[in-house]
């Protein structure tokens, strides 16, 4: 029972803390609400395949997750399509793919100094976190009080303070007359959309995505398997999560990869006291995301009823741990500093050149400052 526990916290979390995020992409690439409810379901039934099979295939609780980073790098774009965003899946997708059978393009993935993909991470998160603010002129009252409830409940529960900042704001918009039942739809919803794609928006969309998926999501996701104890496999799983994402990205799913909190909820001694037994967690934790899949579209349809001003609260504070996480690593090391900084103002800025975003521009402005830096000392040594 107790795998079974832990798996269903791990879905839930995992559901209600970032799904904002996920909707906010969403509507970003002007996807309808049946367009959305197909993304979401998408990325239920890619997370919960690769989750199942994994598991069940290497005996560890390997536990995959939706990109939420990634999510936020697809909200933070604009004048973009579903077509040409799904365009851009496929490519990040077929990047993972490859990253697992050709092991120097991870080491070379792996070269890119964290300080700057976080600094870049950290800028696209950033207009998240500063737009639960910009809110409270809109629906003051009611993003207030979802802030107020965050801030408490993570004193108690980080996991929980944005599922009960989200429900508690349900309530309230409901009570107040700010949001009405809507009309559920309850049938499983898949909607096929056909990729176009584009050079611009691969360069943008499509390798940022796989480089934050990558740092922001992989990496972390095998360092908590390995604190548990666990040598995860690493090339298979990023097979399998590339392949599922690959499968469902015309659906409109961004991105799956391993999770971090959520593999920290199954692979811990709480799920079980024996190691062996605890990839049952990951089976009890794919099964509920076969139900999330089901329940998807009166779940999509009743939150996209909220007052925007909620889901957009809801997505910002469902990411200031991340944010904090990225500029903690962006400014660790004294000599990469200023070109971080550098790059997390080029992410958080509305740059756009050729048509490519402010994420590809942001690595490559920090990665040039960051050879600048490292050659002065052999420029001033020849000066002499």
Same mark, same amino acid.
């Given at each position: 029972?107790?795998? !079974?526990?832990?798996?269903?916290?791990?879905?839930?979390?995992?559901?209600?803390?970032?799904?904002?995020?996920?909707?906010?992409?969403?509507?970003?690439?002007?996807?309808?609400?049946?367009?959305? *409810?197909?993304?979401?379901?998408?990325?239920?039934?890619? $997370?919960?395949?690769?989750?199942?099979?994994?598991?069940?295939?290497?005996?560890?609780?390997? *536990?995959?997750?939706?990109?939420?980073?990634?999510?936020?790098?697809?909200?933070?774009?604009?004048?973009?399509?579903?077509?040409?965003?799904?365009?851009?899946?496929?490519?990040?997708?077929?990047?993972?793919?490859?990253?697992?059978?050709? $092991?120097?393009?991870?080491?070379?993935?792996?070269?890119?100094?964290?300080?700057?993909?976080?600094?870049?991470?950290?800028?696209?998160?950033?207009?998240?976190?500063?737009?639960?603010?910009? /809110?409270?002129?809109?629906?003051?009252?009611?993003?207030?009080?979802?802030?107020?409830?965050?801030?408490?409940?993570?004193? *108690?529960?980080?996991?929980?303070?944005?599922?009960?900042?989200?429900?508690?704001?349900?309530?309230?918009?409901?009570?107040?007359?700010?949001?009405?039942?809507?009309?559920?739809?309850?049938?499983?919803?898949?909607?096929?959309?056909?990729?176009?794609?584009?050079?611009?928006?691969?360069?943008? !969309?499509?390798?940022?995505?796989?480089?934050?998926?990558?740092?922001?999501?992989?990496?972390?996701?095998?360092?908590?398997?390995?604190?548990?104890?666990? /040598?995860?496999?690493?090339?298979?799983?990023?097979?399998?999560?590339?392949?599922?994402?690959?499968?469902?990205?015309?659906?409109?799913?961004?991105?799956?990869?391993?999770?971090? *909190?959520?593999?920290?909820?199954?692979?811990?001694?709480?799920?079980?006291?024996?190691?062996? /037994?605890?990839?049952?967690?990951?089976?009890?934790?794919?099964?509920?995301?076969?139900?999330?899949?089901?329940?998807?579209?009166?779940?999509?349809?009743?939150?996209?009823?909220?007052?925007?001003?909620?889901?957009?609260?809801?997505?910002?504070?469902?990411?200031?741990?991340?944010?904090?996480?990225?500029?903690?690593?962006?400014?660790?090391?004294?000599?990469?500093?200023?070109?971080?900084?550098?790059?997390?103002?080029?992410?958080?800025?509305?740059?756009? !050149?050729?048509?490519?975003?402010?994420?590809?521009?942001?690595?490559?402005?920090?990665?040039?400052?960051?050879?600048?830096?490292?050659?002065?000392?052999?420029?001033?040594?020849?000066?002499?």
């Amino acid at each position: 029972m107790s795998q !079974l526990f832990s798996g269903f916290v791990g879905a839930l979390v995992g559901f209600s803390a970032s799904v904002a995020v996920v909707l906010a992409a969403a509507q970003a690439v002007g996807a309808t609400d049946a367009q959305t *409810i197909s993304w979401i379901t998408g990325l239920a039934l890619a $997370k919960a395949a690769a989750s199942v099979f994994l598991s069940w295939r290497y005996r560890q609780p390997i *536990i995959s997750a939706w990109s939420t980073p990634g999510a936020a790098l697809i909200a933070a774009t604009s004048g973009l399509n579903l077509s040409v965003a799904v365009g851009a899946f496929l490519v990040a997708a077929a990047l993972m793919i490859l990253t697992a059978l050709v $092991k120097p393009l991870g080491a070379l993935v792996a070269r890119i100094p964290m300080s700057i993909a976080s600094a870049m991470l950290g800028g696209v998160i950033f207009r998240f976190v500063v737009a639960v603010f910009d /809110e409270m002129r809109t629906a003051p009252a009611l993003v207030a009080l979802a802030l107020a409830v965050f801030l408490v409940v993570r004193l *108690i529960n980080p996991f929980g303070a944005v599922i009960a900042s989200l429900v508690v704001g349900i309530v309230a918009a409901l009570a107040s007359g700010l949001a009405t039942w809507p009309a559920l739809t309850f049938a499983p919803t898949l909607i096929w959309t056909p990729p176009v794609f584009d050079a611009a928006t691969i360069i943008g !969309l499509g390798v940022p995505l796989y480089l934050v998926t990558m740092a922001a999501q992989n990496l972390p996701g095998f360092a908590v398997m390995r604190a548990s104890g666990y /040598e995860p496999p690493v090339q298979p799983a990023l097979f399998v999560t590339g392949l599922t994402s690959l499968l469902t990205a015309p659906f409109g799913a961004h991105m799956v990869n391993m999770a971090a *909190i959520s593999a920290a909820i199954c692979t811990g001694p709480d799920t079980h006291p024996d190691p062996k /037994e605890r990839w049952k967690a990951g089976v009890w934790y794919a099964l509920c995301w076969f139900g999330i899949a089901l329940g998807a579209a009166p779940v999509v349809t009743f939150i996209l009823a909220m007052p925007k001003a909620l889901i957009v609260a809801a997505a910002g504070l469902g990411l200031v741990g991340s944010l904090a996480g990225a500029l903690g690593t962006a400014m660790t090391a004294d000599k990469d500093r200023f070109a971080a900084v550098i790059a997390f103002c080029v992410a958080a800025s509305s740059l756009s !050149l050729f048509g490519i975003g402010s994420a590809f521009w942001s690595l490559v402005a920090g990665l040039a400052v960051l050879g600048l830096d490292r050659a002065a000392p052999v420029v001033n040594r020849w000066r002499r």
